[in-house]
């Protein structure tokens, strides 16, 4: 996600990681304004070893598509091969883990056309 500090609430910083019984479940990677495809397939490496590690029995992908580039609301400039990334990767995490248990659900995005390419591109990659 953008960095909170350069995008409304503020919130996902790094240090946000859980508390009480939640604590070190939950993972923020703040992204600069401008991110791109480089930076985020770098990002995904970390991200990918805190999934693993947690052993999930479930995986739900909130897939919102306002980090592709010319959303009129975020700074971030991905391309869905970002996103078909992340839903390829993850389901195959679901493979190993969780009986390939992946619900994919929608989000952010306030470009007709990103939503378009963004959403073909997950599908695709989950039904791979």
Known sequence: HEDGRYLYPGT????ETGRGDAAGTKLNIPMPPRADDALFLKMWTHLETFIEKQQPEFIILQCGVDSLDGDPITDLAYSERSHAHAAR????I?????????LALGGGGYNLDN???GWTAVVAALAE
Do not use: N, P, Q, Y
């Not at 990767?89 to 195959?92: F, M, S, T, W, Y």
């Open 12 to 15: 996902g910083k790094i240090t």
């Open 89 to 92: 990767r993850l389901r195959e």
């Open 94 to 102: 679901a493979d190993r883990h969780c009986g390939g248990r992946v």
């Open 115 to 117: 939503i378009a390419r």
